[in-house]
């Protein structure tokens, strides 16, 4: 079965900073990986997605994360944050044949001004 | 084109009781699923419901059941609440021919049992 890790439940950091939000997968098969954002008291938006090709995928509002095969990951970053940056990240797997995502724990962004 | 909508925003049941939830997909989406969000957690996969029956379902009981519509929507309904299934409980829409399952969330519904 698969997993998803996201080692940090927080990460603050100060606004303009970059930033890293670290997600490592583990299955046997071949992945689809995703990215949500989850703001205060809403639903969770994808962010960004990959499936096949380029390894270095990019969301429109800066986030950019990449396809790492030999490592299992898939971190997601930023070079610069914005306070409205702000919200739950969450990375998520699917394998094919499989109907239902999995996600990790989630990762809370906090923008220090 | 409206989102994933999801009802009620919130709901509050006691220990026992039953309740129903309700979502309608995205237009033009036939798929749905539903997860379980508990406070600091990542979603949890309950089941998913393509033409009218019910797929793969997660580790959850079969105090936990659904239904899907002709026109897509679902229905999530639980019995016998316990204190636990306190949770944010999200419905996710797709299109079943995209071939990678990309999901579209709806805003969730809140339900606490006391």
């Known amino acids: 079965a698969q997993s998803v890790t996201q080692l940090d439940s927080q990460v603050p950091v100060f606004e303009e900073a970059p930033v890293e939000l670290r997600c490592n997968y583990s299955?046997?098969?071949?992945?689809?990986l995703f990215w949500y954002v989850q703001y205060p008291n809403q639903g969770l938006q994808l962010l960004l997605k990959?499936?096949?090709?380029?390894?270095l995928v990019e969301s429109i509002n800066g986030f950019e994360a990449e396809f790492n095969k030999s490592q299992t990951s898939f971190h997601l970053r930023k070079p610069s944050v914005h306070i409205s940056d702000t919200a739950e990240y969450f990375c998520?797997?699917?394998?094919?044949?499989?109907?239902?995502?999995?996600f990790g724990k989630g990762t809370h962004l906090i923008i220090q001004p | 084109d409206a989102g994933v909508t999801q009802s009620p925003t919130h709901l509050i049941k006691t220990r026992g009781q039953q309740v129903t939830l309700r979502c309608s997909p995205k237009?033009?989406?036939?798929?749905v699923s539903w997860y379980q969000q508990a406070l600091g957690q990542g979603p949890q996969f309950i089941f998913q419901?393509?033409?009218?029956?019910?797929?793969q379902r997660g580790n959850f009981p079969d105090r936990f059941s659904g239904h899907q519509f002709p026109n897509y929507s679902s229905e999530l309904n639980v019995n016998a609440l316990l204190l636990g299934d306190s949770a944010l409980y999200l419905c996710?829409?797709?299109?079943?021919?995209?071939?990678?399952?990309?999901?579209?969330f709806g805003p969730g519904t809140r339900l606490t049992v006391l």
């Open positions: 996710a829409s797709s299109w079943a021919r995209s071939g990678y399952n990309e999901q579209f």
């Open positions: 299955s046997s098969v071949s992945v689809y």
């Open positions: 990959y499936l096949s090709g380029s390894t």
């Open positions: 998520a797997v699917w394998i094919g044949g499989a109907d239902g995502l999995t």
């Open positions: 237009s033009g989406h036939d798929t």
């Open positions: 419901y393509y033409e009218e029956e019910e797929r």
